[in-house]
């Protein structure tokens, strides 16, 4: 009787711990299927984010280059003054030349990183780089478009209680490409916005 | 000697059981505690991110009205005529007005959200609806300051080649006025960076 009574004592615990072990296996099991498919979500996200980036560069060049080339120059002059308009005679314009075209080289060095978070879409560090860094880019690339859009309403319609008057009666080809340029310049918002929160989802425990 | 073995065959697998399972223990009391250590971390930052949003309604109300409040009449005026400046006279400075008014507005709505991060720091939705909302009102304040900040510019220095005269020579109260509602403005677009940050970093999986 002693000896069974051991014998059951012993073999409790044994078939415990093999149905507790059998439970630890099934849910290593499933951590890693969870794991899995969590990471091939964040593979899909990540890839999604490099072709955002692709399209974000191929815009804020666009955008930079045709203000850049903005020019209009009027068929007629008088002996002293030739009527000629370009970007650089507006400050505003400069400086969404000289930003765009910042955010599109910050775009060009930021394809590495996202390329890390496609071969390992489990990695916390590029997506937190990527996020800090398309907020600050973003926020530069707004500003640009901001003051570029403000200046252009100016030069369109002009304003009466400060006595400034609409440019874009003479310089219509000018307004033209510069307009392009900032909506260009505001697609680009977009996709920041899109790409801020593909990082913010991909960084968040799944 | 059948007997004995048997007892020893019982005998090791139960040692092995009770070692793992007092691994598994120890693995589970480790993870609580890292746990609530991310937890207190992440407490530690909502009680920041609402601070923070408390001083940014404070800056925005105070950008939006002092930009509303810049006004400037001047002492002479001719029998039809009185020279006055008002934020209503330039588009970009109401736009800025009812932009830095939303933001302020949002942030009021946002508090609820922000005290949820504190009194549960490990749930993700309240900090991914911050997050995301956080960076769509970040883009309304950078733009509304790049706007103003352009034409502020455009009235301090004029532009010889649209020929728009300098407007604030007359009207340097009004102007400096405007200037102070930008800066004001700016400093809440630093905040938001930040407001950015802390939600990328308490999303992410610690």
Not at 14 to 37: E, L, M, N
Not at 69 to 86: D, I, N, R, S, V
Request: aromatic share 10%; net charge neutral; hydrophobic share 55%.
């Amino acid at each position: 009787m002693a000896k069974e009574s051991t014998t059951i004592d012993v073999g409790e615990p044994s078939t415990v711990t093999k149905s507790s072990s059998h439970v630890v296996g099934d849910a290593k099991k499933k951590g890693f299927v969870a794991a899995a498919a969590g990471g091939g979500a964040k593979r899909g996200l990540a890839i999604f984010d490099f072709l955002l980036r692709l399209a974000a560069i191929a815009v804020t060049i666009g955008a930079a280059s045709v203000m850049y080339t903005a020019e209009e120059t009027l068929p007629f002059f008088t002996q002293f003054l030739q009527f000629q308009a370009g970007y650089d005679d507006l400050p505003a314009f400069q400086y969404f030349v000289v930003a765009v075209a910042i955010v599109a080289s910050y775009l060009v060095l930021s394809l590495p990183f996202s390329i890390v978070a496609i071969v390992r879409p489990l990695a916390v560090a590029p997506r937190l780089i990527l996020l800090i860094c398309d907020t600050l880019v973003l926020t530069l690339n707004t500003s640009a478009a901001g003051a570029a859009a403000s200046i252009d309403y100016l030069a369109h319609n002009g304003n009466q209680s400060t006595n400034w008057l609409p440019i874009c009666q003479q310089f219509g080809d000018f307004c033209q490409n510069v307009s392009t340029a900032i909506v260009a310049g505001s697609i680009a918002i977009v996709f920041f916005i899109v790409l801020i929160i593909i990082s913010a989802v991909a960084l968040k425990r799944h």
